[in-house]
T-cell receptor, first 118, second 113 residues
Framework: DAGVIQSPRHEVTEMGQEVTLRCKPISGHDYLFWYRQTMMRGLELLIYFNNNVPIDDSGMPEDRFSAKMPNASFSTLKIQPSEPRDSAVYFC????????????????FGPGTRLTVL | GDSVTQMEGPVTLSEEAFLTINCTYTATGYPSLFWYVQYPGEGLQLLLKATKADDKGSNKGFEATYRKETTSFHLEKGSVQVSDSAVYFCALSVRTGGFKTIFGAGTRLFVKA
């Protein structure tokens, strides 16, 4: 398996522009997570899905952020409009295995998208 | 609520030194415990895990034992290498009312040659 795939790897945009980050999870995983990582705030969970349904979006900073998972193999995180304070590395992760025991509760992270908003 | 507390970094060691990174947790259920590692420019990846009390997880010379009595999962390695320089995250997961993973703040390790 190719692992979790994220695109783009780097994104530089100007304040006010719309940004869309993409994620392809590992096939067979029930859960998909979006995280944001900054030096100041560390690793933050933004939202997670179970079987394509959003379960907990309490970490989404504000209405400018939205996430969708139209099918089991694709998810997007959108920021509209973007602001400089959104600059961070955004990670997508998937896991655990569908129907697996607790011993399989591992999250598999993608390489991240480094977002810079000027 | 559920939480993970790990020692603050950075931790700076010389090559071949002994490493300990402390991690304690609070959980209402019966969590699984994890150590993830993040190398520069990469995502987090699983280093080791333990799913029940007294289990020992091990990988690449790193070890951690699930201690229910002290609610701890300290990471150890007998002899660190420069290539171990990374950020280490302690985490727990629980399956009560769904699936949830809580990460610690991360501890940065620098190993000098």
């Amino acid at each position: 398996d190719a692992g979790v795939i994220q695109s783009p790897r780097h994104e530089v945009t100007e304040m006010g522009q719309e940004v869309t980050l993409r994620c392809k999870p590992i096939s067979g995983h029930d859960y998909l997570f979006w995280y944001r990582q900054t030096m100041m705030r560390g690793l933050e969970l933004l939202i997670y899905f179970n079987n394509n349904v959003p379960i907990d979006d309490s970490g989404m900073p504000e209405d400018r952020f939205s996430a969708k998972m139209p099918n089991a193999s694709f998810s997007t995180l959108k920021i509209q409009p973007s602001e400089p304070r959104d600059s961070a590395v955004y990670f997508c992760a998937s896991g655990p295995l569908a129907g697996g025991p607790a011993s399989t509760d591992t999250q598999y992270f993608g390489p991240g998208t480094r977002l810079t908003v000027l | 609520g559920d939480s993970v507390t790990q020692m603050e970094g950075p931790v700076t060691l010389s090559e071949e030194a002994f490493l300990t990174i402390n991690c304690t947790y609070t959980a209402t259920g019966y969590p699984s415990l994890f150590w993830y590692v993040q190398y520069p420019g990469e995502g987090l990846q699983l280093l080791l895990k333990a799913t029940k009390a007294d289990d020992k997880g091990s990988n690449k010379g790193f070890e951690a034992t699930y201690r229910k009595e002290t609610t701890s999962f300290h990471l150890e390695k007998g002899s660190v290498q420069v290539s171990d320089s990374a950020v280490y995250f302690c985490a727990l997961s629980v399956r009560t009312g769904g699936f949830k993973t809580i990460f610690g703040a991360g501890t940065r390790l620098f190993v000098k040659a």
